[in-house]
């Protein structure tokens, strides 16, 4: 089965939000996503095989040189199989192509193997404010 990644792919409502709660373990919402990322985002990239949405990351920006990870998820089914990293590298691709120089992610310690070692970000020192 091939599984193909694009950049301000279709997005599905009813599909993200069941994606998103099967990745990160919590109930389905019901986020419209497709007005979410029209207003806020510099693209996404949807990972899908055979159709179905089995990998999906958000990438926000400043409007200039910073563009940002969030969301990043793939279905429980699915993990182990480089999906992830795929996902952030055409990510950045985009983001390259948009000129912005910067690409951040934040991250909990659990998953530094995945973001530093698999997808290549190097460690910085940031600050963050609990809101």
Request: proline residues 2%.
């Amino acid at each position: 089965m091939t599984i193909t990644y694009e950049w301000r792919g279709d997005v599905d409502n009813t599909a993200l939000n069941a994606l998103h709660a099967d990745g990160f373990g919590h109930p389905v919402a019901r986020t419209d996503w497709r007005d979410r990322l029209q207003r806020h985002s510099l693209g996404w990239v949807c990972a899908r095989e055979d159709g179905a949405l089995i990998g999906f990351v958000n990438v926000a920006w400043d409007g200039g040189a910073h563009a940002f990870l969030l969301d990043t998820v793939v279905a429980r089914q699915t993990r182990s199989r480089g999906v992830g990293a795929a996902l952030v590298a055409a990510a950045a691709e985009g983001a390259r192509a948009a000129k912005c120089a910067w690409l951040h992610v934040d991250f909990e310690e659990h998953l530094r193997p995945f973001y530093v070692d698999a997808c290549g970000f190097t460690e910085t020192r940031a600050g963050l404010i609990a809101l």
